[in-house]
């Protein structure tokens, strides 16, 4: 059946992609009536909202799943649901395109599954603070501090996907709940549905796209519906859709139950309910990171898909409106600009930046984290595995063989080159570098909305990056310092940038005294030999960039050392040894190497207990060290709390399976 393009009404919804990690639905012993029938919903007097002309249904049917849920809330005998209570269908609609699988969210239309996950991300809030692009002056579209506040108060629970063809999963779902959040194709037959709300359906039925409505009832022939077309349409609103043609045109059906709205007193909880442990909406978190925190996706730019994902707008409200707010009564108004690492996701990042948070913003610190989505680690971990399988015989590696291990990360470097390792670091190092050096980059756009408030008298900026987020950071110093804007401290951990970039960008600052203090932390060399990764290549990180994923790559016998990097200490030994003009800049005052781990105590600048090259992130010697540079002070007292990542469960996870499996004979 074609499509037809004539029809009043935008028909955009997309049905979801397949996603198995989507909770199904399972039908309990609950009592399923024979029918239920119109009349037992229309009591509640839910009401009919018409969506006009805008692509919005999936946002409209969701507010009508919202308006009953709440009303039943209140109980039966509740008077009829007030319109300031309404909520905000564009708020459903427009979030609902972060969570899209498409980029971006200049298109019209979206699906079932975004705007749950919009629900349960950020709740809702009312339609007076979010009205109809028709209803203001000018539409805004982003998600104000005000409008996610107010959204606190109406969080989504628990939600599952229901089997749109199972009808007793659909009958007990509508039974336990009382309405279904639906889509599906609908056709002709639903522009003149009969008095009675009976929708026709037939073969020669022309088909007119997508869209989204509200199952609320069921009887022997069909389904009841609610749609968003005003009363007038149907049996006041209400329609009846025959299974026939529900089988042959449903999309998707999701059901769910409201949360409890809930405050948190101590700041640090923040942090606490966004950690893996707490498996719960991140909504109640999303308002107290949501200031801190700046997306970029590919090319640089920024990314607006996601929980907190930014747009330019999300950018000048966050240093314009939060961070200036924050920092206007400090007397040193101090900004720190975080890049993290190549091997972490992005849930795990976020979970530092909460971790961080209420410890700066205590000693006058603003933190503002690039999040910019690398999660390196679940490539590297699959090349590795893929390389290993490459280079060994079916079954156990037995004590027959130990003396091979020695050579086994000689074979897997050009192997996990070759599969690639080498291209994946690559894009990821052009990600990093576009974001302050290519037009429209994210990092340029927040060096621009901070170039007002860092020219205030007080104002300092510090800069801290892990790992890879030293080649993120790099353009950030050369774009400072070309702007004649002084950067108070930089603190580089583990960093994976080469020392051609750092000669580049970082050299020029420091010898200019655009950096006033800078700090490196590294590995020892004799703890980057004992790091791994993936338990796969018995080395660190660092060397494995070095040997393998760099232009200069390693050739055993060859050319036995690979790209020299900043963070690895045989590269900088070498380096300081070579090029006097760069050991004369390892012997200023204002620049210190740590080396990690050492016996400095626990709030020493010098400090730091890190073992393994993802260790600096979440030490607390080393965050203590680098807090007490930021404050220009030698020593600190102040704790910092850490809290697990999904990511890092998950590795205690696997490293106590493997402690307790059996070993084979």
């Not at 000018?138 to 107010?150: H, N, P």
């Not at 309405?179 to 037939?202: C, S």
């Not at 409505?213 to 349409?233: E, H, K």
């Not at 200490?569 to 070579?578: G, T, V």
Request: glycine share 8%; with cysteine.
């Amino acid at each position: 059946m074609e499509l037809d393009a004539s029809a009043p009404y935008a028909f955009d919804v997309r049905p979801d992609t397949a996603d198995f990690r989507d909770q199904l639905f399972a039908p309990t012993l609950v009592e399923v009536l024979p029918e239920i029938r119109p009349a037992r919903y229309r009591r509640y007097e839910i009401p009919i909202l018409d969506q006009g002309e805008e692509g919005a249904c999936t946002g409209f049917a969701l507010a009508t799943v919202a308006h009953y849920l709440l009303h039943r809330r209140r109980g039966d005998k509740a008077p009829p649901f007030p319109e300031e209570d309404y909520v905000s269908p564009h708020m459903f609609y427009e979030l609902a395109k972060r969570y899209d699988e498409w980029e971006g969210d200049d298109y019209e239309g979206s699906s079932a599954r975004g705007a749950m996950k919009a629900w349960h991300k950020h709740g809702v809030c009312c339609q007076e603070k979010w009205p109809s692009p028709g209803e203001a002056d000018s539409y805004d579209r982003r998600l104000t501090a005000e409008r996610a506040l107010d959204a606190l108060e109406r969080p989504l629970g628990a939600y599952y996907r229901v089997n749109h063809r199972d009808l007793i999963a659909l009958h007990s779902a509508i039974t336990e709940v009382g309405v279904l959040y639906a889509t599906g194709h609908v056709h002709t037959g639903w522009q003149e549905p009969g008095a009675d709300g009976a929708i026709a359906f037939t073969d020669r039925t022309r088909m007119l796209g997508g869209h989204a409505f509200v199952i609320v009832g069921y009887d022997a022939s069909g389904l009841w519906i609610q749609n968003s077309w005003g009363v007038d349409w149907g049996d006041d609103g209400l329609g009846h859709l025959s299974y026939d043609d529900w089988l042959r045109n449903g999309f998707d059906v999701w059901v769910a139950r409201l949360g409890a709205p809930v405050a948190y007193h101590d700041p640090t909880t923040t942090a606490i309910s966004f950690s893996a442990k707490a498996q719960k909406s991140e909504v109640y978190a999303f308002q107290s990171l949501r200031p801190h925190i700046i997306s970029v996706g590919n090319e640089g730019r920024l990314r607006a898909h996601g929980t907190f994902g930014t747009d330019l707008d999300d950018v000048r409200d966050i240093v314009g409106n939060d961070l200036a707010r924050t920092v206007e009564p400090w007397a040193t108004k101090r900004v720190m600009l975080y890049a993290h690492g190549g091997l972490v996701p992005e849930k795990a990042a976020v979970q530092r930046v909460a971790d961080y948070r209420e410890t700066l913003l205590h000693r006058q610190i603003y933190p503002l984290a690039f999040i910019w989505k690398t999660d390196y680690w679940s490539t590297l971990r699959n090349v590795l595995e893929d390389a290993l399988r490459r280079r060994r015989a079916e079954g156990f590696l037995d004590d027959a063989r130990d003396f091979m291990l020695d050579r086994l990360d000689d074979a897997l470097e050009p192997l996990a080159r070759t599969l690639t390792g080498k291209q994946s670091w690559d894009e990821m190092k052009e990600n990093a570098l576009k974001s302050t050096r290519a037009s429209g980059g994210g990092a340029a756009h927040t060096l621009d909305a901070l170039a007002p408030i860092l020219e205030a008298d007080g104002a300092e900026l510090h800069l801290v990056a892990h790992s890879a987020g030293s080649i993120f950071m790099a353009p950030i110093v050369e774009a400072m310092a070309a702007r004649g804007q002084p950067i108070a401290s930089c603190t580089l951990w583990a960093p994976a940038c080469t020392l051609a970039l750092f000669r580049e960008c970082y050299q020029p600052a420091i010898e200019s005294g655009a950096i006033e203090r800078f700090t490196l932390f590294t590995l020892t060399d004799d703890a980057e030999n004992d790091d791994h990764c993936a338990r796969v290549y018995n080395k660190s990180l660092l060397y494995l960039v070095s040997n393998a994923f760099e232009d200069r790559y390693r050739i055993p016998l060859l050319r036995p050392r690979g790209e020299p990097l900043l963070g690895l200490a045989s590269s900088l030994d070498q380096a300081l040894k070579d090029d006097a003009g760069l050991r004369a800049l390892f012997e200023r005052k204002a620049v210190d190497w740590v080396q990690a781990p050492n016996g400095s105590p626990k709030g020493a600048p010098l400090a730091s207990r890190a073992n393994r090259h993802g260790d600096f992130d979440d030490d607390e010697h080393t965050l203590q060290a680098t807090l007490s540079r930021i404050l220009g002070q030698q020593s600190t007292t102040t704790e910092f709390s850490f809290h697990r990542s999904s990511s890092g469960l998950r590795d205690r996870r696997e490293a106590l399976n493997r402690t307790v499996a059996p070993r084979p004979r």
